[in-house]
C-alpha cells in the first residue's frame, strides 16, 4: 500500500485526499515521522483552507499529541498563514500547551477584534490573567454578540461565579450558531449539570452525538456524564455505537476499553482488543454515517 502511495503521489501533486490517506497509513502503520512531514508539507501549502486544516487536525487528535517542533511553530509563527497560525494554537490549547499556543498569535490577529481576539482571551485566562482576559472579552461582545470564544469563556466565567442561567444562555448561543462546535456542547452540557438540570444536559449530548457523530471528545465526555448519573447501559451503547461506526479509530477502541474495565466485564474488554488489532488493519479514514461512497475501481485515489 505505501509502494501505491509511492507511485501514485508525484503524479498528482494537487489531490489533498490522497497526502491525507498518506499520512493516515504512515501513522498507522509505525512511521509518525514521516507522517508528520506530510502533514507539515500541506499545512504550508494549504494553510488558508479550513477544510483541509481540519482534517489535519483530526488526524493529530487520533494519532499525534505532539506533531510540530519548537523550530517548524517558530517558522509557522514567523510566515504561517493566519488560519494555519490560528489552527496550530487551538490544537496546542487542546493538548495544554498554553505558551507556544500564544505565540503564534500575531498581534494584528490579536488585536483585530475577531475570532483570534475571542481565543487569545482563552489563552489569557488559561494563564492566569483572568482580569485582562475578562476586558477584552468585554469589548469583543460589545461589538460582535456571536464571537464563539468570547462566549465560552464568558459562559465559564459565569460558572465560577455561580451565575448558571447566564452560563447557559452564553453556551446555547455556541450550540445555536456554530453546531459544528464540541466546546459549545460541552459547556451546555456542564452548565446544565451545575445548574441542576442533568435531564436537559443528556439531551444536549445526545443532541451533539447526532450532529457530530465522529467526535471522540463527545462521546468520551458523554460517557463520563452517564457513569455520574448511574446509567452504564447507556455508557457502554454510546461508546460501542462510536466504534461500530468508526471501526478505523485506535482510540475509539481505547474509550471502549477503559468503559469496560469500568464496568468490570472481561467480555466488552475480549471484544475492545480484538476490535482494536482489527483497527489497526484498517488503513481507510473512517467516513462520517451519510457519506456517499466512491464506488470507482481506485476510490480516492
Not at 32 to 41: D, E, Q
Not at 147 to 171: G, I, P, Q, T, Y
Not at 225 to 248: E, G, Q
Amino acid at each position: 500500500l505505501l509502494a501505491d502511495f509511492e507511485a501514485i503521489l508525484p503524479r498528482m501533486p494537487d489531490n489533498d485526499d490522497l497526502r491525507i490517506d498518506f499520512a493516515n497509513t504512515l501513522y498507522k502503520s509505525g512511521d509518525t515521522a514521516r507522517a508528520r512531514r506530510v502533514l507539515l508539507m500541506l499545512l504550508r501549502k494549504r494553510g488558508d483552507q479550513r477544510d483541509t486544516l481540519s482534517r489535519i487536525v483530526a488526524l493529530w487528535r487520533e494519532y499525534d499529541p505532539d506533531p510540530i517542533d519548537k523550530e517548524q511553530l517558530t517558522r509557522i509563527a514567523a510566515d504561517g498563514a493566519d488560519a494555519t497560525r490560528l489552527t496550530v494554537a487551538r490544537y496546542l490549547f487542546s493538548t495544554h500547551r498554553i505558551p507556544a499556543a500564544q505565540a503564534l498569535l500575531s498581534p494584528a490577529q490579536i488585536n483585530g477584534g475577531g475570532e483570534a481576539a475571542g481565543f487569545y482571551a482563552r489563552l489569557l485566562d488559561a494563564r492566569g490573567e483572568t482580569a485582562k482576559a475578562a476586558r477584552i472579552v468585554t469589548a469583543i461582545l460589545a461589538k460582535d454578540t456571536n464571537n464563539a470564544d468570547a462566549l465560552l469563556l464568558r459562559s465559564d466565567m459565569f460558572l465560577r461565579k455561580r451565575k448558571f442561567r447566564e452560563a447557559v444562555n452564553d453556551a446555547q448561543i455556541v450550540v445555536r450558531d456554530f453546531p459544528e462546535s464540541e466546546e459549545g456542547y460541552i459547556a451546555l452540557a456542564k452548565a446544565l449539570v451545575l445548574k441542576g438540570e442533568s435531564w436537559r444536559a443528556r439531551q444536549i449530548f445526545e443532541t451533539s452525538l447526532n450532529t457530530l457523530p465522529q467526535n471522540l471528545a463527545l462521546v468520551s465526555k458523554f460517557s463520563d456524564f452517564l457513569f455520574v448519573i448511574d446509567d452504564k447501559k447507556r455508557a457502554m451503547s454510546a461508546v460501542r455505537i462510536f466504534t461500530d461506526t468508526n471501526p478505523a479509530s485506535l482510540r475509539g477502541w481505547d474509550l471502549l476499553a477503559s468503559v469496560c474495565a469500568r464496568l468490570e466485564d472481561k467480555d466488552c474488554a475480549s471484544r475492545a482488543a480484538a476490535g482494536r488489532i482489527r483497527a489497526l488493519t484498517i488503513y481507510a479514514i473512517d467516513e462520517r454515517p451519510g457519506t456517499q461512497h466512491y464506488r470507482n475501481l481506485l476510490g480516492r485515489l
